[in-house]
């Protein structure tokens, strides 16, 4: 099965709010995780990062923590525009496992006027 | 600077024929990675390539190959393809495994 998911298939927020995207995953052994922003018909956008010997990164209007306790990682993004209207996957690298990216399922962010 | 570029945007194909997905990037990464993306799900990882000359296969390389033409390409061929085969696909690039990884823009296949 799948090591990463998002408990949310659909956000909605008012313009304006803050949105926090939550995202769990089930191996201990990842250790690089990496937040993508996908608008329709585009590649995934690299948003922010973060690695394991971290809790928490900023970057411009989004924030990223990560729980190593409980296996939880979450993306904030503060003062929700129009424009992030978009599907946002996290996905995490595996120590020890096979080069690239496994992804969750994405949760799809709809700002409301 | 384009990034990742592939080539076609778009591709309808019979079953049973075959093609080529293109794809290079000019950032001078060393890795280079195959996805799929199928409606309403994530990304699965077909191939990838962690340096020229190597390939190793992902989650889901059944009905694929690769070939790491250069530094810079990376080249996706379905054999002959199936209906299953039906997908996004992309193809992304990175410096080393804990670097963020550029995508490109995706392939839109459909097998009839």
């Known amino acids: 099965g799948e090591s990463v998911g998002l408990h949310l298939p659909t956000l909605s927020v008012q313009e304006g709010d803050n949105s926090i995207i939550n995202c769990a995953y089930s191996?201990?052994?990842?250790?690089?995780f990496i937040w993508y922003k996908q608008e329709s018909g585009k590649g995934p956008q690299f948003i922010i990062d973060?690695?394991?010997?971290?809790d928490k990164r900023q970057g411009q209007r989004v924030t990223v923590l990560l729980n190593k306790t409980v296996k939880h990682l979450s993306l904030q993004i503060a003062a929700t525009q129009p424009g992030d209207s978009a599907v946002y996957f996290c996905?995490?690298?595996?120590?020890?496992?096979?080069?690239?990216?496994?992804f969750g399922k994405g949760t799809h962010l709809i700002i409301q006027p | 600077n384009a990034g990742v570029t592939q080539t076609p945007k778009f591709q309808v194909l019979k079953t049973g024929q075959s093609m080529t997905l293109q794809c290079a990037q000019d950032?001078?990464?060393?890795?280079m990675y195959w996805y799929r993306q199928d409606p309403g799900m994530g990304l699965r990882l077909i191939y990838y390539?962690?340096?020229?000359?190597?390939?190793d296969k992902g989650e889901v390389p059944n009905g694929y190959n690769v070939s790491r033409l250069n530094k810079r390409e990376f080249s996706l061929r379905l054999e002959s393809a199936a209906p299953s085969q039906t997908s996004v696909y992309f193809c992304?690039?990175?410096?080393?495994?804990?670097?963020?990884?550029?995508f490109g823009s995706g392939t839109r296949l459909t097998v009839v």
């Open positions: 390539s962690a340096s020229e000359g190597t390939t």
């Open positions: 996905a995490e690298n595996i120590r020890g496992g096979a080069d690239g990216l496994t």
């Open positions: 950032m001078n990464h060393n890795s």
């Open positions: 973060i690695r394991s010997n971290m």
């Open positions: 191996n201990s052994a990842s250790d690089y």
């Open positions: 992304a690039s990175n410096l080393d495994r804990d670097y963020g990884y550029t």
